[in-house]
């Protein structure tokens, strides 16, 4: 009975985690289009894109662990020291750990970035009913 409930308990968190490589590339792809929309913005006036610059400033701020850690990485990749096996062979499975498992600082990451996708939006619509008036 205790494996079946802890099967069930395993189960029940599958899945419920976030995909770390998948939030820094939505990251990374979004940054091309923001900063287009930016400068649309900086053109028109000046504080249209205040809520998106704050919504940043606080992605920024609770993706800092994951920025961190995924620039040393790179570094350390770039200057030709790689990773041995077994150092991959626990980065994979913490990767997979994450994706499976809320992990709290991920978790304010995510939900960082959905709150500046949300402020971006918001700063197009502006833009597109600031457009549609001229």
């Not at 504080?47 to 992605?59: E, F, I, M, N, P």
């Amino acid at each position: 009975m205790a494996r079946l409930v802890f099967i069930v308990f395993c189960l029940s968190l599958a899945g419920c985690g976030t995909d770390v490589r998948e939030l820094l590339r939505d990251d990374n792809q979004l940054a091309w289009e923001v900063e287009e929309a930016v400068a649309t913005a900086e053109d028109v006036g000046p504080g249209l894109d205040r809520d998106l610059q704050s919504a940043d400033v606080t992605k920024m701020e609770a993706c800092k662990e994951i920025y961190e850690a995924t620039n040393a990485r790179m570094e350390r990749e770039m200057s030709g020291d790689g990773l041995t096996f077994p150092e991959q062979f626990f980065a994979d499975l913490r990767l997979l750990f994450i994706r499976l498992v809320p992990v709290p600082s991920v978790e304010r990451c995510a939900d960082a970035q959905d709150d500046y996708i949300a402020a971006y939006e918001n700063l197009r619509e502006r833009l597109a009913q600031l457009e549609a008036t001229d």
